[in-house]
């Protein structure tokens, strides 16, 4: 037996490494940046060990205002893209012909990449001089007056954002959600049939109790996700976000490392380990309640 466990940690042992070397170390070492008070780049000396860095970083607007735009893009992206792609996978389970047309083409952009979907959406939303783009002619056909998407209020460049997103994440969920109700027991619906249920009682207490593990899934990698979200900011709003007051979490540490006032390892460590609570608290809440509502 032993002799088995130790075969077993041997052939484990290149992927402990390759997890060690490239996720624990590069954690440990950001959670020790953080607490290097006047950290040096050049010289890779600091001045002390202490509290200033997450200080500064929480009381930054530029920090504040990242943290802002994030929670929102998390909390109306993620149920509404699950609850857009739950319904288009019922459709696609109910229907036969073309079904595998429709299905690749739903997934179309999630193979798409990322920085040419926001410029179409550009396209789409920003008003030049010369055009006030698509999505504002129909604005006006219908009577109402064109709205500036991408340098004007807050709250439109905020839909815009929501909207580019929703659209990235939903292929992905489609895809899962179509492949867990097609294995469905065909058996729980014919019993139901039998018995005249209701569909929506089918659906709440059939289809609804069977996907909840993938249901579950798709949350948890959406909240994720929409807290990680940069690349999107950027596709549609360029790189300075700060001026556009559309950056994110993780655009504020890019901007601390790498940005035109960059330079900060230690603030952007700091708010890095701030994004890792976030993320990691909204997960255990997840996991919690995921406990009595998941049935696997």
């Not at 952007?268 to 996991?287: E, G």
């Amino acid at each position: 037996m032993e002799r088995k466990s130790a075969k077993a940690w041997l052939y484990l042992l290149p992927a402990i490494l390759f997890l060690g070397f490239f996720m624990v170390y590069p954690l440990i070492d950001v959670f020790i940046y953080s607490f290097e008070e006047g950290f040096n780049s050049a010289s890779q000396t600091h001045q002390g060990i202490g509290l200033y860095n997450y200080s500064y970083v929480l009381h930054d607007p530029y920090f504040l205002q990242a943290v802002k735009n994030t929670f929102i893009l998390v909390i109306i992206t993620v149920p509404v893209s699950t609850g857009i792609a739950l319904l288009i996978s019922l459709g696609l389970s109910s229907i036969k012909a073309l079904r595998h047309l429709f299905q690749t083409v739903y997934f179309l952009p999630y193979v798409t990449n990322t920085l040419a979907v926001g410029l179409v959406f550009m396209i789409l939303f920003e008003k030049t001089a010369y055009t006030d783009g698509m999505v504002n002619q129909l604005i006006n056909w219908f009577g109402g007056e064109s709205v500036d998407f991408i340098d004007g209020p807050y709250w439109a460049k905020m839909f815009v954002l929501c909207f580019y997103t929703v659209w990235v994440v939903m292929p992905f969920k489609i895809l899962i959600l179509t492949s867990a109700l097609a294995s469905v027991n065909e058996e729980y619906y014919k019993a139901a049939r039998v018995d005249s249920a209701p569909r929506y009682r089918v659906f709440t207490r059939i289809t609804l109790p069977m996907i909840s593990p993938s249901l579950f899934y798709l949350i948890i990698t959406g909240f994720i996700g929409a807290f990680k979200a940069y690349s999107d900011a950027v596709a549609l709003f360029g790189t300075d976000l700060n001026a556009a007051e559309m950056n994110t979490i993780v655009g504020y540490v890019y901007d601390m490392l790498y940005g035109n006032g960059g330079g900060y390892p230690s603030y952007a460590s700091a708010a890095a380990i701030i994004l890792f609570a976030i993320v990691l608290t909204i997960t255990c809440i997840n996991l919690m309640v995921s406990k009595k509502h998941v049935h696997y």
